[in-house]
Antibody
């Protein structure tokens, strides 16, 4: 079965750090770009970051640039999101997502989401 | 950055009704437009990709159309299980962006 499973969320104080993980299975992970998308409570979907197949290209939304870092370990079929200098407005469910094809496109595989709460 | 504007933000319709949701991009995105359905507490699910292609396993009552800046998601005959929030998304360029969502309620 093709699936993504996120972990690593939790409660953290403003200014703190967390590392999210997304473990992939059921497909050739190393062939796909991977993305993170977040959703604040009661709000819409917001794209956060992406990485290419070998991790050499990374892109970020302006709201997280300089604070978040995406990486991947193809040997472990896992993509990570290192989140530093967390702010209250980073509170959200964080999803990892896979495009339909190795060339990109719509996200056809999503993880179940991991909840990040930034609060003092 | 490309802004995606959906309308309406919410609607209420009866089972069997034809429902239309629109999405407008702030610039030409060709057909790089996708539609998702999200139910409470769940991850989004892709319905339509590349503006008009039906994702495998999605009921044929869902359809998409449009190109350039104006797009439409149509549910031809609304079913109880279609109660959800629907999002459009452009993948024309980075940063990827989503519309604000349309909440569909069953009367």
């Amino acid at each position: 079965e093709v699936q993504l499973v996120e972990s690593g969320g939790g409660l953290v104080q403003p200014g703190g750090s967390l590392r999210l993980s997304c473990a992939a299975s059921g497909f050739t992970f190393s062939s796909y770009w991977m993305h993170w998308v977040r959703q604040a409570p009661g709000k819409g979907l917001v794209w956060v970051s992406r990485t290419n197949t070998d991790g050499s290209i990374t892109t970020y939304a302006d709201s997280v640039k300089g604070r978040f870092s995406i990486s991947r370990d193809n040997a472990k079929n896992t993509v990570y999101l290192q989140m530093n200098s967390l702010r209250v407005d980073d509170t959200a469910v964080y999803y990892c997502a896979r495009p339909r094809t190795t060339s990109g496109g719509a996200f056809d595989i999503w993880g179940q989401g991991t909840v990040v709460t930034v609060s003092s | 950055d490309i802004q995606m504007t959906q309308s309406p933000s919410s609607l209420s319709a009866s089972v069997g009704d034809r429902v239309t949701i629109t999405c407008r991009a702030s610039q030409n995105i060709n057909t790089y437009l996708n539609w998702y359905q999200q139910k409470p507490g769940k991850a989004p699910k892709v319905l339509i990709y590349a503006a008009s292609s039906l994702q495998s396993g999605v009921p044929s009552r869902f359809s998409g159309s449009g190109s350039g800046t104006d797009f439409t998601l149509t549910i031809s005959s609304l079913q109880p299980e279609d109660s959800a929030t629907y999002y459009c998304q452009q993948n024309y360029n980075i940063p990827l962006s989503f519309g604000g969502g349309t909440k569909v309620e069953i009367k």
